[in-house]
């Protein structure tokens, strides 16, 4: 692979030390996703890979900074360690229930010269305030909103959208170390375990509150 690497994302480090990688390597799964040629993906960032297909999916989320008054332009927290992923064509909720149906689409996407990430959104999520935390649904079998997934690894390295294959390596055990939580993109707690240090659906990803 000829990306770049930022094991440890931006100017401070994401992980207390140097975690493993699933070997092999992966491509982003376009098919399955929205993507922004040339926007980037942080480190960090909670993932799906699948080792048959070779492909990773993203679990898009980003912390609200600031709701406009029409309570459909919404400022995402980015600075140099996180960046949100968002594209035109996601649907996004605070709170994952409803109709997909129901859920506000992402119409725009801008990254303004002084670094702000503001998306503008078809609807106003209700009760939508400065930090909290948005995040991609998908539709379910039954027509409703629902999580892509429950994340079994996380992104390595920033990563660059590319217009054919983009590669992409993932963490899938910290091992001995952690990943600061509070330097990536938000975790849900229903990515957590009951202990709130640990993936739900991979125990290997342990979580660091220190900062």
Known sequence: MKTKKFHFGGEKPIFTGSPSIVPGGFNLDVEAQNFIIGSEISPGTLALFNEQTRKVKIIKTAKVKKVESDNKT?????NDTVVPCFAPGDSVLKTVTGTFAAAPTISK????NNGDYVVTLSAAISGLATGDTIQQVVKDGSNNAALIGDANCITFDRIEVKEDETP?????DTMQYAMYERRVNPIPASQ???TGSYLKANPHIRLSQSF
């Open 74 to 78: 919404i400022y995402l927290v980015a």
């Open 109 to 112: 996407v801008e990254r303004k």
């Open 168 to 172: 992409v390596d993932v963490c899938a």
């Open 192 to 194: 957590k375990d009951a």
